[in-house]
């Protein structure tokens, strides 16, 4: 059974980088899925971010501020979400999540993340 | 512009059904989604990926108890004999070449 765990530190500091990793265990990043990021402010919905496939095709949300990559390791069997240029809007719980054609599949645990000095 | 339109809260009582609802912008009533739900301090989970046809297919381990339909551009979700761990945030979501969309989102209430 595929499961997905994030991890990443839990502060950052204003106009600083934000970094989180997703492990994908019980299957193969290099599946035919795509893989995910979405965040969620503190009282709010959900919000896509980015997504990988592991050709190395990604798509981002055009509505970001804050500048976002996401990438992926093979040999690791993870991928990972790097925000420059953090600010408080940025405060969050980030999930990482499997995408099968368009749909959200399945979700990790989520990590928060708080921006601030 | 791909819109997915929920409203904010619902509610129902302890052992009733209850029917929610996901409206898919003017253009996009063929469109699929998805429904997810969130309970309190957790991660959402994937409940249903339901079709304009009202098709549907549900994720592991979901009971029978969640259904989905569709009429037009109404997105249904059906919850059955509800339990109090279904108080939660329900989320519909779909997508359009590269692009997700969530909806607002649904707080459900059980009375």
């Known amino acids: 059974q595929v499961q997905l765990q994030e991890s990443g530190p839990g502060l950052v500091k204003p106009s600083g980088t934000l970094s989180l990793t997703c492990a994908v265990s019980?299957?193969?990043?290099?599946?035919?899925?795509?893989w995910s990021w979405v965040r969620q402010s503190p009282g709010k919905g959900l919000e896509w971010i980015a997504e990988?496939?592991?050709?190395?095709?990604?798509n981002y949300n055009p509505s970001l501020k804050s500048p976002v990559t996401i990438s992926l390791d093979k040999s690791k069997n993870q991928f990972s979400l790097t925000l420059t240029s953090v600010t408080a809007a940025d405060t969050a719980v980030y999930y990482c999540a499997r995408v099968d054609a368009g749909c959200y599949n399945l979700w990790g645990q989520g990590t928060l993340v708080t921006v601030s000095s | 512009q791909l819109v997915l339109t929920q409203p904010p809260s619902a509610s129902a009582s302890l052992g009733a059904s209850v029917k929610l609802t996901c409206t898919l912008s003017s253009g996009h009533n063929m469109y699929s989604i998805a429904w997810h739900r969130q309970q309190p301090e957790k991660a959402p989970r994937y409940l249903m990926k339901?079709?304009?046809?009202?098709?549907?297919s549900k994720g592991d381990g979901i009971p029978d108890r969640f259904s989905g339909s569709s009429s037009g551009a109404e997105r249904y979700l059906t919850i059955s004999s509800l339990q109090s761990d279904d108080e939660a945030d329900y989320y519909c979501?779909?997508?359009?070449?590269?692009?997700?969309?969530f909806g607002g989102g649904t707080k459900l209430t059980v009375l």
């Open positions: 979501q779909t997508w359009y070449g590269s692009v997700r969309v």
């Open positions: 990988i496939h592991h050709s190395g095709n990604t």
């Open positions: 339901l079709n304009g046809d009202g098709s549907h």
């Open positions: 019980g299957g193969s990043i290099s599946s035919s899925n795509w």
